[in-house]
């Protein structure tokens, strides 16, 4: 006899496990179909896990900075398995976690691989066999995986992808990142930090292509200072294995050169997970892998949701949790406010950090509106000078007739924590005046949030 939900989710990554946990809340019979492990992607192999290496690679970046702040610190090293041990051990001790918020708010969990066999019904393959489930309503929250380009498919020795890179089973010596989103320079600065000789291939005009040209650039010189090649305008033709070496056909400018590495990494963007869904059969539209939904996150069919990766861009955990809150309210009865991808910040952990949220200064010309910008550079803040991290820019574009904050960029020590002074302040609708009249504690690197403000109205005080 099948069993009967109010609310069925598939998938337990950011998205589907909150989904399941706030469904809960709301008094709905809630299950979760998971058929990997909880978590998702985000916990075990993205997020938390690359996380844990880039704080590893900060603390060794600080003991060999070690004489500029007094201290001494000899025979240097890292032992990359116990980097990695301590970075797995974070994600499954996050991962244990969830199993323990599902019991606590009475969510089924159901391991196994899903299929929609009819509206309203599923059919779960477990390893004891194959079980119907029936749901009023079902949310889709599968997440998506590595894209893979012909001839550049990981092998998991010489070509890795965001698995692989997470448990590498050797130190790269000379590396090649194909691709500079979030997750190709956060590897590419880890392993650099580490010691790799990297190279970075960009297809797109600049690194970090989605963030402010201005970001991109700041971004870019750090790296270079740092040792890395950047390769702009460039892609990566050919890859062809031997031994212990892979070449690189490498294309820029109309001109194709081959280089030699040990280790590539392919970090060339996602695809959602789609397949084997059974979504055709129900006329669930699939663009360029990804379900189409409107602004609640519904499929145009009955009861039928998609939250988070597979749903669209931008893909970002935060972005899932919160469509997974607000379709299990949705579904509760409630009325919630739908998500605003524009709100939603964007960070990326590479050294220096890159965070943003809302238009970028040429986004927001396009869009038609006249902008004032303010620029404050981290040399000219005390705290930054005394934490020894005196390279970085924050950035603040407003519209010159309302005050509105329409985006605020930053690159530099610790911004992915600052940002989020800007994702409320536009959540509240603030404008320029309230934002000038905020009084900023000191000495923090937060304060740079106000000088910026200030300086796209020409009231800047220590620049």
Known sequence: MAQNFDMVVIGAGPGGYVAAIRGAQLGLKVACIEREHLGGICLNWGCIPTKALLRSAEVFHLMERAKDFGLSAEKIGFDLDKVVDRSRGVAKQLTGGIGHLFKKNKVTTIMGEARLVAPGKISVRTDKGSEEITAKSIVLATGARARELPGLEPDGKLVW?????????HMPRKLLVIGSGAIGIEFASFFNTL???TTVVEVMDRVL???DAEISAFAKKAFVKQGMKILEKASVKKLDRKGATVTAHIEAGGKTETQEF??????VGIVGNVENLGLEELGVKVDRTHVVTDE???TGVEGLYAIGDVAGAPWLAHKASHEGVMVAELIAGGHPHPVKPSSIAGCTYCHPQVA????????AKEAGYQVKVGRFPFIGNGKAI???EPEGLVKTIFDAKTGELLGAHM??????????GYVVGRQLETTEQDLMETVFPHPTLSEMMHESVLDAYGRAIHF
């Open 161 to 169: 992808n965001y698995k692989h890179a997470l448990k590498p089973p």
């Open 195 to 197: 010691g790799a000789d």
């Open 209 to 211: 292509p989605v963030e």
């Open 262 to 267: 040990d280790t590539v990494i392919s970090a």
């Open 296 to 298: 609640y996150c519904r």
């Open 356 to 363: 943003s949220v809302g238009l970028t200064e040429a986004k």
């Open 386 to 388: 005394a934490l020894g």
């Open 411 to 420: 690159v530099g020590a610790e911004v992915t924590e600052l940002i989020q």
